[in-house]
């Protein structure tokens, strides 16, 4: 490996390094975001499932007060599933950020290992030429003995 071809090798490691950080935070942003949207549907499972009392409860017959108090609990479910709402669209911008970040840092690697690429086929091609050159004297230099030994 030649010298110019080392800080070539630390970029790509390093931007390797950053894409993995980048991957692992954006694994943890969808977990979360599962976790969120579970929430979300548990929280919804349960306003339907209380709203279906409520309904039994009006065909059973219910007093104004009960009623109220129904109604305030499907109020207070009704705002804490409006926070979850919004919860959830802030985590899933937040995983769309870490896409973005991921994307952006394994661009860069994959610039990296595209010019590390072109550098090897460079320096193979120059090696080969280097090998084809010495062949070429050593033909030549035979030839040239030969030549000469025929001459004498």
């Not at 109220?68 to 207070?76: A, G, I, K, T, V």
């Amino acid at each position: 490996m030649s010298h110019s071809a080392s800080p070539l090798n630390t970029l790509i490691e390093l931007a390797r390094g950053s894409r993995d950080q980048a991957g692992q935070a954006l694994a943890s942003e969808r977990q979360n975001e599962h976790q969120v949207a579970g929430q979300l549907a548990s929280l919804n499972q349960y306003r339907l499932e209380y709203a279906q009392r409520l309904q039994q409860a009006m065909r059973d017959g219910i007093d104004p007060a009960t009623m109220r108090n129904y109604q305030q609990f499907l109020d207070s479910l009704d705002a804490a599933l409006a926070r979850a709402r919004e919860a959830l669209a802030a985590q899933q911008q937040r995983v769309g950020q870490r896409q973005v970040q991921w994307q952006q840092e394994q661009r860069k690697l994959s610039s990296y290992d595209t010019l590390a690429s072109r550098r090897e086929g460079q320096q193979r091609r120059q090696e080969a030429r280097q090998e084809q050159r010495t062949s070429d004297e050593l033909v030549n230099g035979r030839l040239a003995r030969t030549r000469h030994a025929g001459d004498t």
